[in-house]
């Protein structure tokens, strides 16, 4: 099984500052790496899908880079909305497919 | 618009039964793989498992393998997780997600979610 590891747990940035959100998987998954963002109450929603691909609807502000075992998220600028949980997910192989354990973006 | 609605979910006992049904609508559901994935109160996302468009791949993860069956049923655009010999760590909400292709990738539609407690 693949094990994904996200870091870091918790990251705390101002609004309209850059967030950097980091995913590192136990071995190489190429660039079948997706990215969601939930909100409390909420579903996930897709963000980043084949490491850098922005899903329908998703703002130019967030990007994914990376490719084998490293992976970034990248929020350019906070909007307040952006705070919320983001998960990083492998589809290289399974199964299983895997889910990273989330990094909290909060408002600092 | 895409719309994925679970039902089904409940309070069980320990080591008894319960059908999680998805109904969607929106896309044509029989081109598309789907997924079962949970998330424990306060945890993080566990994909549960997943079905292909054509059911040719059905998986499950470790943690309920022999325990839940997938199954779809592309004329009625429903997707079910029969759950049997449920344990107090299957308590969660399950979530039904459309995949972005027909095999597994990326899953880009969610729905809301069906809350299943298990406990004496």
């Known amino acids: 099984e693949i094990v994904m590891t996200q870091s870091p747990a918790t990251l705390s940035v101002s609004p309209g500052e850059r967030a950097t959100l980091s995913c590192r998987a136990s071995?190489?998954?190429?660039?079948?790496v997706a990215w969601y963002q939930q909100k409390p109450g909420q579903a996930p929603r897709l963000l980043i899908s084949?490491?850098?691909t922005r899903a329908t609807g998703i703002p130019a502000r967030f990007s994914g880079s990376g490719s084998g075992t490293e992976f970034t998220l990248t929020i350019s600028s906070l909007q307040s909305e952006d705070f919320a949980v983001y998960y990083c997910?492998?589809?290289?192989?399974?199964?299983?497919?895997?889910f990273g354990q989330g990094t909290r973006l909060e408002i600092k | 618009e895409v719309q994925l609605v679970e039902s089904g979910g409940g309070l069980v006992q320990p080591g008894r039964s319960l059908r999680l049904s998805c109904a969607a609508s929106g896309f044509t559901f029989d081109e598309y793989a789907m997924h079962w994935v949970r998330q424990a109160p306060g945890k993080g996302l566990e994909w549960v498992s997943g079905m292909s468009w054509n059911s040719g791949h059905i998986h499950y993860a470790g943690s309920v393998k022999g325990r839940f069956t997938i199954s779809r049923d592309n004329a009625k655009n429903s997707l079910y997780l029969q759950m049997d010999s449920l344990r107090p760590e299957d308590t969660a909400f399950y979530f039904c997600a459309k995949d972005l292709f027909d095999i597994f990738t990326g899953l880009d539609s969610w729905g809301q979610g069906t809350l299943v407690t298990v406990s004496s």
């Open positions: 071995q190489s998954v190429a660039i079948n």
């Open positions: 997910q492998q589809y290289n192989t399974w199964p299983p497919i895997t």
């Open positions: 084949a490491a850098s």
